[in-house]
């Protein structure tokens, strides 16, 4: 019997576990993505009441740490009677006695984020990693790029509310060139609104001409007038008006995009695992169908020399043939897949030039060898995910806003009372005998305007009141879904940790029985019909090993979303 057929019909692991850890380095930001400087505008938070004073304390962040040790057998092949031994080599040898070379020593296990360490390659171009896959997002994903220009449209937004505060220039020539009184009055001067709610003007102006009797303030002496002056609030309008609300707005909406694209981040990076693991799998699949097939094959001279020596009937050679080629079909089936997997892939990895790239079979590696999840890790990792998951931070920079729409409204509950100081000079010849513009002139001025009803006001503070009570009440049921969707992502690994023990177990099993049938068909104790069976069994036992495989690792990816661990913070 050939040694190669004595070998367990088993999934290979790679070498690595999955662990957490923080991000490996990423790619700079897309080019194109620059974002418009300007200055964040925050707005003065003890100036403004909040509907809702009291504020949720976000969880201290938890570092995650685990560590295992991971070790690989020898990958040698023990024999025939060496069964039981080979079964155990599950960590280097691969599906149906493919073996994988002893590599360097394994690095210390990374934190959970889906990545492994390299593993050895014994020919061709290095194995594609998960770490390669999500750097490649980072760096030159389309859709990734798109939401990375929301910055720039906030940084907009916030410039146009700066505009509030331009400094203007006016102007004005009023002439009446024909009548009894013949004027002329031109002007110049410049408004500048601040911050603190006031306006500040200054200017000049000339006034010639005959100028009626109840109109004598608008001329001036020869050399002209200079005017200055400020308008500034006492009560409405004092800590915050429509401008100021504006640019506060805008300031919170600047940093409330980061959230938002953290959160698309999060789920192009879980959908690029998805793929990728789905093409390992799908090699994996590829490998199994190979394998078999090469038994079919393995066994058609030995079958067709036994049928010229009238050991067997000649139907045993047919059904052999017949047999190679529905494994043939099988096999173009799988590699069918595994193209498909490697083109959905290249959506998510590219090469330098943002291109999608299709990595080839020989870039596949193998399924990491899995680890039990460390069941005392759970509660760390809920408050880490209510400290980190973007949707928290989304809800309380929009209560920010409300807070800001709330003070603005109840601002119009105030009554208008503004104050204005105004100082004019006159210059030049005089153009009365008096002389009654050429002293220096101050004026104080208080406009009160009440609001009596105040029905505006009062029915904007109370929507504002309803809005707020329902963020609250979001908040609350995004709170319990971050812990649902930790709690549910920790079950599902556990479980599919357990399904890839069981499977394995199923494989080991299977293929014993296949062992045993072949090297009874051998000795002419039993046919082909029971062989293809008992090797039907086991290459269906070792593709539901790989599902198991694949769960396990998708779980990782879910989990990994769960806890929010990507983000380009710093970017």
């Not at 910055?151 to 509310?161: D, H």
């Not at 609030?233 to 909406?253: C, F, K, N, S, Y």
């Not at 490998?287 to 020399?305: D, Y």
């Amino acid at each position: 019997m050939k040694k190669e057929l004595s070998v367990v019909m088993l999934l290979c692991a790679g070498c690595a576990q999955t662990s957490r850890s923080q991000l490996p380095p990423i790619a700079d930001i897309p080019r194109g993505a620059s974002v418009v400087e300007q200055p964040v505008m925050d707005f003065p938070s003890e100036q403004i009441p909040s509907v809702n004073s009291e504020r949720q304390q976000g969880a201290s962040e938890i570092e995650l740490t685990s560590s295992a040790e991971v070790t690989t057998a020898d990958g040698q092949d023990g024999g025939e009677e060496k069964i039981a031994t080979t079964v155990r080599k599950i960590a280097t040898v691969g599906f149906m006695g493919r073996e994988i070379p002893d590599g360097p020593p394994l690095e210390e296990p990374r934190e959970v984020q889906g990545e492994v360490p390299p593993e050895p390659m014994p020919m061709g171009r290095p194995r594609l990693t998960l770490d390669e896959v999500i750097a490649s997002v980072y760096a030159s994903y389309p859709l990734l790029e798109s939401a990375l220009f929301s910055r720039n449209i906030a940084a907009g937004q916030q410039l146009s509310a700066q505009g509030g505060f331009d400094l203007k220039l006016k102007a004005a020539s009023e002439n009446t060139p024909v009548g009894f009184y013949e004027t002329f009055r031109n002007s110049v001067g410049f408004v500048q609104p601040l911050l603190s709610g006031a306006d500040i003007y200054g200017g000049y102006r000339v006034g010639r001409g005959s100028f009626e009797p109840w109109y004598k303030e608008r001329q001036t002496n020869d050399g002209g007038e200079l005017k200055a002056g400020i308008v500034f609030p006492l009560a409405q309008d004092r800590t915050i008006d429509a401008r100021r609300a504006e640019l506060w707005r805008t300031g919170v909406g600047r940093v409330l995009v980061e959230p938002e694209i953290q959160a698309q981040l999060i789920d192009f990076v879980q959908k690029g695992s998805y793929a990728y693991w789905d093409w390992v799998a799908a090699g994996e699949n590829y490998r199994i169908a190979e394998r078999v097939l090469k038994l079919a094959q393995n066994r058609t001279q030995r079958i067709r020399r036994q049928v010229e020596e009238d050991l067997i009937d000649p139907p045993e050679l047919t059904d052999n043939l017949r047999l190679i080629a529905e494994r043939e079909a099988k096999l173009a089936d799988a590699e069918r897949k595994l193209q498909q997997t490697a083109v959905k892939l290249s959506l998510y990895f590219r090469d330098p030039t943002g291109a999608p790239f299709i990595p080839s079979p020989d870039m596949l590696p193998e399924f990491p060898e899995p680890t039990m999840m460390d069941r005392a890790m759970l509660e760390n990792d809920i408050h880490v995910a209510l400290t980190q998951r973007p949707e928290i931070a989304v809800l309380d920079f929009t209560k920010k806003q409300l807070d800001i729409d709330w003070a603005e409204a109840k601002n119009q509950l105030q009554p208008s009372v503004d104050a204005e100081f105004t100082g004019s000079q006159d210059m030049g010849y005089p153009t009365s005998s008096k002389n009654d513009k050429g002293d220096f002139q101050l004026d104080a001025s208080v406009f009160v305007d009440v609001p009596l009803q105040r029905r505006k006001a009062r029915g904007k503070m109370m929507a504002i009141e309803g809005k707020v009570a329902q963020l609250n009440a979001k908040r609350r049921m995004t709170e319990d879904k971050i812990v649902a969707d930790v709690r549910v992502a920790y079950a599902a690994l556990v479980s599919a940790y357990e399904q890839v023990q069981r499977t394995r177990e199923a494989v080991e099993l299977a293929e014993e029985l296949a062992q045993r049938e072949r090297r009874n068909q051998e000795e002419g104790l039993s046919d082909l019909l029971k062989v293809t069976l008992r090797e039907q069994y086991a290459a269906e036992s070792a593709m539901k090993a790989v599902d198991a495989l694949l769960l396990y690792f998708q779980s990782w990816a879910d989990y990994r979303a769960a806890l929010a661990q990507d983000s380009l913070a710093g970017h």
